[in-house]
Nanobody, 127 residues
């Protein structure tokens, strides 16, 4: 059972930056992709970004393209989400998740395609 622990959330002013981290407890043979999702109050959880563990190719939601950068450190079993030019509408609880499958060609952006989830970290963008 893979455990994920997020950190790095907090309160930041509009235009500011934060970097979220997601530490995985172990490295499994069939891990495919690390994803980031977020859920604002009263809204459904939505896809933010994802990265393939092998190769490092990335995918982003349109709302964060050009502002957020997803990365990973395979040796440390850790993923990151660098968030720049933050806006109040980025306020949400952010979750990292791992898709574990040997079929790793497509990019997975739906919640039910991910098998392990972190506990979430709050990001608040406000002046």
């Amino acid at each position: 059972q893979v455990q994920l622990v997020e950190s790095g959330g907090g309160l930041v002013q509009p235009g500011g930056s934060l970097r979220l981290s997601c530490a995985a407890s172990e490295r499994t043979f069939s891990r495919c992709q690390l994803g980031w999702f977020r859920q604002a109050p009263g809204q459904e959880r939505e896809f933010v970004a994802a990265i393939k563990w092998n190769g490092g190719t990335t995918s982003y939601a349109d709302s964060v393209k050009g502002r957020f950068t997803v990365s990973r450190d395979n040796a440390q079993n850790t993923g990151y989400l660098q968030m720049n030019s933050l806006k109040p509408e980025d306020t949400a609880v952010y979750y990292c998740a791992v898709a574990q499958t040997l079929y790793c060609t497509p990019f997975y952006s739906k919640e039910n395609e991910y098998h392990y989830w972190g506990q979430g970290t709050q990001v608040t963008v406000s002046s």
